[in-house]
């Protein structure tokens, strides 16, 4: 086991001297963030090996959440063909929910104890992925990839986004959007081969989804290595519950959790209404990986231009965006219009969840403290997974179509986006700076 901090050298010249200075940005950094721990290094082999371990996790994780819309599809014809389409979609929106509401506890955790969760963490995920292809019933579906496959993820995922807050500060967002972007790749892989698998091959369910589990323990692996933290672990409380307290914090937490009321509208149902548009299956789950495709570019383009024009600004453009995307969802009728919707709209709901975990990172003051502000805020969020995904379908099975769909999530977005505009009404440099 590594210890809590690799890298920490102490810069401070004796005292307690208060040092702030302002960025471009119009972010305040403090001595702790200065002179305690000394500059972030944005780049180099080390940094930028804990990014690519990050990418790692984020491809073995949300790449395989991102990849529901292949479950959801097969189980309406498979094992859960007697179910209705809002209760198939409970299991990935329980999934959402556990990996970000878990975030209020491996932030804090490895902000107080380093990257050896990342270890565990990834043999629980492995369990859950082998014990979901033997999955026959709707409760084991549940527990397997609803509980804890969610519960391994979060375990993950939060750890890996606080490492490379962690070496980065002024290339923070471009690191975070590389970082995120394995998700993005992954969910082109993993859709693609899933779906083939399932419905070109004799292979049967449990065996393409455990040979899935076997791809990705090399990745695993290899983060497990390079996941590290910079900083020394803090020893105050375990959560920081005075972070509610200011205003900016909690309007960028009710915007994000807006956005994933609406955002996962097509990750969860393009495959299945590209088939109710004509699209052969296996095509329509292709969708899904050129969804994930364009996202790729969605989280890295607007992850350098936050570092230049403001994290929380394009948090902004993201939700604001992409609810002007889904707005139009029920308009691709044709193969070719279903293509060019699925690259706009991975593009747009590409910037959120990596917006979101910049613009979280703004109100943090201690960097020791990001873990466990990125980890509360996600937590508070993410009951909107346990709401957006089943209403979804609830209005399928009982208008028969996507309509309210679309309107009902894109309007999720655009008041989180709008909630977003507010945040920045409340700090020094208005809705007009550059935050």
């Not at 613009?359 to 009951?383: E, H, I």
């Amino acid at each position: 086991m590594s210890a809590p901090s690799t890298e920490w050298k102490a810069t401070s010249k004796g005292g307690n001297e208060a040092s702030a200075s302002t960025t471009e940005l119009g972010e305040h950094k403090t001595s702790a963030d200065s002179l305690d721990f000394g500059e972030a290094p944005d780049g180099g082999f080390r940094a930028w090996f804990v990014a690519m371990g990050a990418a790692c996790i984020f491809f073995s994780c949300l790449g395989f959440a991102n990849a529901f819309g292949v479950f959801q599809e097969y189980y309406v014809t498979h094992q859960l063909q007697d179910r209705p389409t809002g209760d198939i979609a409970w299991i990935g929106s329980l999934s959402t929910f556990v990996q970000f509401v878990v975030g209020a506890v491996s932030g804090p955790l490895f902000d107080r104890f380093g990257a050896w969760i990342v270890r565990p963490a990834a043999i629980l995920y492995l369990f859950s992925i082998m014990m979901t292809s033997l999955c026959r019933q709707y409760w084991q579906f549940m527990l397997a990839q609803g509980v804890l496959t969610g519960l391994a993820m979060g375990l993950l995922q939060f750890p890996a986004m606080v490492a490379v807050t962690q070496y980065f500060d002024k290339k923070r967002g471009a690191a975070l959007g590389v970082a995120i972007s394995g998700s993005s790749i992954g969910g082109v892989v993993i859709p693609i081969a899933l779906s083939k698998m399932l419905n070109s091959t004799s292979l049967g369910f449990g065996w393409s989804v455990r040979i899935i589990g076997f791809t990705i323990t090399p990745l695993l692996a290899l983060s497990s290595v390079a996941i590290t933290s910079r900083l020394p672990p803090r020893t105050t409380d375990f959560f920081i519950l005075a972070a509610f307290k200011e205003l900016r914090y909690q309007l960028i937490i009710v915007s994000l959790f807006f956005m994933f009321t609406g955002m996962f509208t097509p990750l969860f149902f393009i495959p299945t209404y590209a088939v109710t548009q004509g699209v052969h299956v296996t095509l329509a789950s292709y969708m899904l990986a050129i969804l994930n495709a364009a996202s790729t570019f969605g989280r890295i383009i607007p992850g350098v231009l936050a570092d230049k024009f403001g994290r929380i600004n394009m948090f902004a453009v993201a939700g604001l965006s992409t609810g002007v995307v889904i707005f139009c969802m029920n308009k691709a009728h044709t193969t070719a219009g279903l293509v060019v919707y699925s690259v706009v709209i991975g593009f747009s709901s590409g910037m959120i969840i990596s917006g979101a975990s910049a613009a979280l990172t703004v109100c943090v003051k201690d960097p020791r403290n990001n873990g466990t502000y990125m980890g509360m805020g996600m937590a508070m969020a993410s009951f909107a997974a346990l709401i957006g995904p089943p209403a979804n379908g609830a209005l399928v099975d009982r208008y028969g179509g996507f309509w309210e769909v679309s309107v009902f999530s894109g309007a999720m977005c655009l008041i989180g986006g709008c909630t977003t505009l507010a945040s920045k009404a409340v700090t020094p440099q208005g809705i007009l700076g550059r935050i």
